[in-house]
DNA sequence: GATGAATGAGCATTCATTCAT
DNA sequence: GATGAATGAATGCTCATTCAT
């Protein structure tokens, strides 16, 4: 047993929380400090800087996204439209709990931060793997003649994210209109419908 | 004509542009200055604070977005799905000029900002705005019988914003795969497909 | 007249007292601040950085040695061994206002500084100046015969300032043992004898 | 044998080097940890603080120092010219080792720590210590009659001391002007020359 | 009205020192 | 005894904001 149980994967929950929550530049090393539980020079011992820090919040989340994502669909599944539903009720149950993680996703906070790149690199890599478990699903489809080839599959796993994302955070203001699980359907069936193979 | 002929409009676009660059905290009321060719003073003569400037170029932006989506449609134009295109092609088009203005519509930075609840009521004032005008088209084609009743205009509305902005997005990423006008007609299939009345 | 009456002068001199009186890494931008009685910031509008600042009171302080140092001579002087005299004098009377100056100005704090090469070769042509000037004075003495050739006069000039230096450090130590005037009449009488031309 | 072999002695050597070449305030504890190759608590095992490793340092140095002039003179050696010579030898030599002890030696750094009183009488000690075997040499000079008595032997061999010091100082600088071994030459004719007892 | 020098609260970061293992 | 992770007070520096001119 360590002398601390604070681990770096604590810190890195606990900076994620306040990141999601307020802006970059009113999240103070204090608070993440205090929050941690830790004393300054330890946040320091672990991350090179406040930068840094922030990246690999990120990274972490996005991390715990795509393992979500890459878990294996239950074996008697192997149509595109269930396995795309499957994805949905995973992703939107990730953003439920983390609702903030596109805007720090997509932060433009860090842009052109010099020794980051390597992180930055690495967020478009887990960017990338996010596509590609829908791209592939889609392309499964389009392979067995159940979706129209008419968009490519990178494309269309990018649209089909947007009305996904848009939806929950629409879901997330307006409460009282469209629920979770509503858009995750009506999604499903504009997506279904536009990539039906014409008769 | 006053001393100086510099305008709070040439200031919101200034300080605009500086914001579409960098992150907030980057961008110093001293650059915003001087890019503007005033002195400090006068920056606080037309705005409250750093925040406030922040709140009122997003919302100048959107006004922009707002009015240019709102101009009329050519006399002869009245199917739906043309409408969109035509839309389609002034969001984009709009997107294309100022690449970083979703990255300032969802930023984060100023939430909870005590006294900026009114700019703040104003800018999903303006989003709204946005959704409405493609929620009206969408409307309109329902009625028409042209989609089908399925999924709710606004959400559909949502939906169709979506692809297009991840789309633009991408496209501005990815060069080579997909270029601007590309994204525009594959959205714009599958919303038509997705929406098209069962038969 | 100037809204404060605070000159960078003011600045250097303020600073000065307290790198004299205190190691350089003791010496707070808060404590020049608070003695200066300016706000922090106005610190940095007139300088860089601590570095800058310390360096710049060095070069301050070695400008107004070399300013006494050059002043002229009174007319009906022009025996080299009394010229010397009064340099020594004023070199001496220098020291005892500014007791601690050489321990600036070779001061090993500031070593390897990037940005200060610029700085740091001004220091060293003031302390050239300071040099210079006796050894002006020396080489006229060669010159007129009056001094052997034997010792080169630049490190004849060094020889006599460090005797000096020495002098005036052990005077401020053990006040009891020698006065100021003291010293200087015996290092004057070595140098004299020492460069004496043999007969 | 320790479980170690890192004694007291190697601390203050790869403390003493690390010093000589950095301003006191950038050569951090973990440095010296690292140079030494222990752990930090090892540090402050042997040392008080930073302030205690630094001045024992400066008094090892000095230690060595004294201990090098101090060593006896070949037995045929009795002319006070000659030991001059000797001692001015040692010096230079000690001097071109260590070329930065007198930063560390009249170092302001540690000026008015409370409780390093003991310490910096110590480095007194060994001042005087250094100064006393020149002034034992030259009050046997002036016994013999070979030097005069118009300056007080402390106060020459200040005089002489300050003179090799400039003179390495700059040799160190200026190596194209004056070699150690000239410069030791010149001091000694000078300081020759002018003790001198006129006939 | 316009200006920009002055302000000082606020922040990221460092590093001497401690102490549980 | 030795270690080095943890600590947090201390410090250099920034920048939004004010206000005398």
Not at 24 to 33: E, G, I, N, P, S
Not at 130 to 141: A, D, L, T
Request: charged share 30%; with cysteine; net charge neutral.
């Amino acid at each position: 047993m360590s002398k601390s149980n604070v681990t770096l994967e604590n810190i890195l929950e606990a900076a994620g929380e306040l990141l999601m929550n307020s802006p970059y530049h009113k999240v103070t090393m204090d608070k993440v400090r205090e929050k941690v539980g830790v004393g300054k020079g330890t946040l320091y011992r672990h991350f090179d800087s406040k930068e840094d820090l922030y990246c690999k919040v990120v990274l972490n989340e996005l991390d715990r996204l795509v393992e979500s994502l890459q878990e294996n669909f239950p074996p008697d599944i192997d149509d595109p439209a269930t396995k795309l539903r499957i994805l949905s009720e995973r992703m939107v149950g990730f953003f439920e709990q983390k609702r903030s993680l596109f805007a720090l996703l997509r932060s433009e906070e860090i842009r052109g931060s010099q020794a980051k790149k390597r992180l930055f690199q690495k967020w478009k890599e887990r960017r990338n793997d996010v596509v590609k478990v829908f791209e592939n699903v889609i392309r499964e489809g389009i392979d067995e003649g159940a979706y129209s080839p008419e968009i490519p599959p990178d494309l269309a796993a990018h649209f089909f994210l947007a009305m996904l994302k848009s939806g929950s955070r629409s879901a997330g203001r307006n409460k009282a209109d469209h629920n979770g699980a509503f858009i995750v359907s009506k999604a499903l069936f504009m997506f279904e419908n536009g990539m039906k193979q014409d008769d």
